[in-house]
């Protein structure tokens, strides 16, 4: 857990927007990507808690947009259809928990996350 009294408001609420702007993704084609890329590029050299938050909000999306991909391949023998809707509220949920704890100064993982940026 992270000293939550050595981080900036800013730093919590840049932290928290990391994590929330991959929910673009649910309205925009890799809006989930992008989100989180744009937030994390403008502050990563500003805050090191923006940084780590932005690194694990880019690498959870890149998993589950590979995760996504892989589902809807396996559409075409029905099981996909189910590995979507569950990658989806997987997502959805892992996102909102991820919000809130880092709003909140905490430090957050994301489970099944693949570390493509370190």
Do not use: C
């Amino acid at each position: 857990m992270t000293d939550g009294a050595r981080l900036t408001q800013d730093d919590k609420t840049f932290g928290m927007l990391a994590h929330l702007s991959a929910l673009a993704g649910f309205v925009i084609p890799f809006g989930n990507l992008i989100g989180p890329l744009v937030i994390w590029l403008i502050k990563k050299d500003q805050s090191a808690w923006v940084d780590k938050n932005g690194k694990e909000a880019l690498n959870f999306q890149i998993s589950i947009t590979i995760y996504a991909i892989v589902s809807g391949l396996l559409a075409i023998i029905l099981i996909g259809i189910l590995l979507l809707i569950a990658v989806g509220i997987f997502s959805l949920v892992m996102i909102i928990i991820a919000s809130v704890r880092v709003s909140n100064g905490e430090d957050f993982k994301y489970p099944l996350s693949i570390p493509f940026i370190k």
